[in-house]
């Protein structure tokens, strides 16, 4: 499967039946994005919470109200 990174425009070649090209066909809102611009965006997120001034929310929590 043929796809073209989202940031860079560079076209790659992925497996067809890959999870990443299963993703890609299945969920049209999912983007793709090669390996070197996932690793230079990684790279500075780790950056900025370094930095202790960027809050990096994982996951929300919900807190469970009991009446």
Not at 27 to 50: F, G, Q, S, V
Not at 54 to 61: L, V
Request: hydrophobic share 35%; aromatic share 8%.
């Amino acid at each position: 499967m043929r796809v073209k990174c989202v940031i860079c425009d560079t076209l790659s070649e992925i497996p067809d039946f890959s999870p990443v090209a299963k993703k890609l066909r299945n969920r049209p809102i999912h983007t793709y994005m090669c390996p070197t611009c996932h690793e230079r965006i990684t790279e500075k997120t780790n950056a900025r919470l370094a930095t202790g001034k960027f809050r990096f929310i994982r996951k929300a929590i919900q807190q469970d109200e009991e009446f």
